[in-house]
């Protein structure tokens, strides 16, 4: 029988360290401070074992090993009642525990009643916590006891029981054994039920924090399960129209952006490309209404004038037509394109411009011919690939090349276009001065055709980068366009996969 006791000792020392273990385990992985608490109730039990594994000589330590039970049973007490929100009177179980520890003691060292009726006062200390959440669980509030609740309830009450039964058999040996048994199911059902306690405690804290705020967005008292439903589906449809209303305020701060990009590139084009045309002109009218041009020389004079004036013309052209053409590109609908197609009619509208300097252009594909994008097909040639190639050709030196380079890239269709040209120095990259630069031989422009492309671009839901390593060393436009699913089975390209233009 003294082994069968010592190995049910042993067995609840080890699943008390078990359960501590774990509950360390659980406060760290999950972060909650209420797993701080059992797990100092581990600690607390596990002391009281160690106590009772020490005195137990003979009667008077068995009974002084007792009085470590109060402290995992407090313990006990107080994490049911904090569920049950009734609260735990510290005070007044602390003093009522040390009038019952300094009777029990006087009985068992300055009188002769025995062991049993010593242990009566501290064992009634001792499980006296226990009472006030049985009571409120099974009679004063048992209808808003949950299954937990009541389950731990009852633990209390064997709980009760095994006090006393160990003030009235713990020094017979025939009936320890079963005490300890008792203990291990007693235990075994704790270290389930205090986790589950745990969580439930935390979902009625989250859910009371949830009725607050619901209280302070509806204004309204939450009192039942319907109007916090209600309000939790009020919650989510007002945080949907927060998101689509978030998702409308980036879609507007980008178009302003735009708007804001748009204008400062105009407000420079008018200072400087316009600047130059009309301070001639300007500086010719002084001097014809200062007589300081000859009588022969004035129609010379004029004719730089008028040509002046129609290059200042021609800007305003350019800056209107790219203006108008911008704000169409909101109302381009996206088809799917064939980029093969595509850059075959840029190449061929450039033809001649590819001519006049001489400029080599070599065309690679690596995506089979019937692989589309989401575009639309006159703005990418027109509006995107158009604009690219052109400043390719202007900034490019005679007699060079020109790359251009189509690979598939998981969902993307990337489109290179490359020069060997002046390049752009980092200076301007760093401060995207991209506009209003005249070419190798003199050509001028205004700077929005880039600007224009990165409208459309955004539109189709593509992107683009250009990359220059300095002047003299060219420069890289990169366009990425969203794969397309659809095939066109009358177009039938017939190409090599690189093509030379010259």
Known sequence: METVTKFIFLFLIGTTVLNFIIAIAARIKTGMKEFNELTLYWVALFATYLAVAALSKNPTEIALSYYVQFIPTFMLAKMLMDSRGLRFNINFFATVQFIGSLVTTYLLFYTDVGFTLSLMPITFSTVL????????IFVSNSREANWIEKGMAIMFITGVINHFNFAFFRLNPSTAWWGWSVSIAQYQCLSIFLPLLINFRREVKERQNLELALEKISGQNVHNDVEIDDLYRNLEIQIIQKEELTTK?????LKLEDEREMNEILIKTVSHDLA???????????MLQMGRIPEEDRSMILGRIKNNTRMALDMISRIRNAIVTRNQANIVAIHDVSIDRSIRNLLTQFESHLKEKNIHITYESSIPLDIFVAAEENTLTEHVFANILSNAIKFSYDNSEIKIKVTEVQNMVQVEIRDFGVGINQERMSKRLLHSTEGTNGETGTGFGMMVMGYFLRHFGATHSIHSEGSDKGTTVTISLKKSNAKFPNYTPERPVANIYS
Not at 276 to 286: E, G, S
């Open 276 to 286: 130059n045309p009309l301070t001639v002109i300007n500086a010719y009218i002084d």
């Open 249 to 253: 305020l980036q879609k507007t701060n």
């Open 129 to 136: 916590p226990l009472w006030s959440p049985i009571w409120n």
